[in-house]
């Protein structure tokens, strides 16, 4: 298949409650597989969960959700070693990549440990999709706010950075993310930055901002750039995606 070009979609949302099962895929996660252009097949997802320890009951809990949705689900589990040598090759089997949430900082240490920055880097350069939720939002990016540390959100400013900007995830649901990353930006320990509400999704071309899309009527996403001594937050309106 020729894929197109570079794409991240980064998103606070992705996943729901399911029927009859703990999760489900929500409109969000199934218009990154549009963005695949995969047709005449399942589409194969990559699962990183590393921001969870490589926990394998959500690891068993996501895969059900994607057989139920049709979809064709493998694991890159770094515990208790990384399953192949060839780590740019095994991620590359994929058409989407899907990074969960939990700890964006544990989880940069260890990608940098065992080489799977680079092979990220790889697969986002030959076209194939790289999205995710929450850590798995902030770590395409320069960085952002995280409560990795403790409950007190901190600064992370050594993300992947394949996209030039800061991102701010659940901007909406967790009063203190927005007004830290404010003050990222006003005092340039952060670049301009792109948040989300929960529900929402940034869609990357390349390395520029192609489209926002939303699974969440009334939610938003916020372009935060620093102008003199002031911080300026703009409401960017998403389009609402199939099934939304």
């Known amino acids: 298949m020729s894929r197109g070009r570079p794409t991240v979609l980064a998103t606070s949302g992705g996943l729901r409650r399911g029927e009859r099962r703990l999760y489900a895929l929500s409109p969000l996660f199934l218009y990154g597989l549009e963005l695949t252009g995969v047709s005449g ?7 990183l969960n590393t921001a969870l320890g490589d926990d394998r009951w ?5 895969a059900e959700a ?3 949705a049709g979809v064709e689900w493998y694991a890159c589990n770094l515990f208790p070693m990384p399953p192949s040598a060839d780590l740019a090759g095994y991620l590359g089997d994929a058409d ?4 969960g949430g939990g700890s964006v900082a544990n989880l940069l240490v260890l990608w940098r440990l065992h080489g799977l920055d680079a092979a ?5 350069e030959e076209g194939i ?8 939002s ?3 990016h320069v960085g952002g706010t995280t409560d990795s540390f403790g409950p007190e959100l901190a600064p992370v400013t050594d993300a992947l950075g394949f996209v030039p900007y800061a991102n701010g995830v659940h901007h909406d649901s967790e009063a203190r993310r927005r007004p830290l990353l404010h003050a990222l930006v006003a005092d340039a320990t952060l670049p301009s930055a792109y948040a989300t509400d929960d529900g929402v999704g940034l869609v990357y071309r390349g390395t520029d901002l192609a489209e926002v899309v939303g699974e969440r009527p009334g939610a938003a996403a916020w372009r935060i750039v620093r102008r003199g001594d002031a911080v300026h937050e703009e409401r960017l309106e998403p389009r609402l995606v199939a099934g939304a």
């Open 58 to 62: 959500v690891g068993a809990q996501l």
């Open 41 to 47: 097949r399942a589409p194969r997802v990559c699962a």
């Open 96 to 99: 989407m990549i899907w990074v």
């Open 66 to 68: 994607a057989a139920e």
């Open 129 to 136: 999709v790289c999205a995710g939720t929450s850590a798995g």
């Open 120 to 124: 990220l880097r790889s697969c986002w």
């Open 138 to 140: 902030i770590c395409w």
